[in-house]
């Protein structure tokens, strides 16, 4: 069983300090209205990578058959992602699918 690592025992030491131009990730305390504004857009986000690959899978055909697996398999990726978010949004409101 791995252990979490104590805090600072990190890549980046115990002051959190990072190269120059990168990120932090996940440090904005932020209210509950902004918590939902944020998955919604992710949520309409994925809505939209869904139908931009659903779009690409229905091109491709049985032309190109390893491009349309790759497409296939990020549609159901992305339809897994918006069954989630829509339980967030909506908790119980959806079917539950196997």
């Known amino acids: 069983m791995k252990h979490p690592r104590p805090p600072g025992s990190g890549a980046f030491g115990a002051m959190g300090a990072r190269p120059a131009g990168t990120r932090t990730v996940m440090t904005e305390v932020v209210d509950s209205d902004e918590l939902l ?10 809505e939209e990578e869904e139908r931009r690959w659903r779009g690409r899978l229905d091109s491709l055909g049985t032309d190109d ?34």
Request: proline fraction near 7%; hydrophobic fraction near 45%.
């Open 37 to 46: 504004r944020r998955i919604q857009r992710a949520r309409a986000c994925a």
């Open 65 to 98: 058959p390893d491009r349309a697996r790759e497409a296939a398999a990020r549609v159901i990726a992305y339809e897994a992602v918006l069954r989630v978010l829509d339980e967030i949004l909506t908790p119980g409101k959806h079917d539950a699918r196997p």
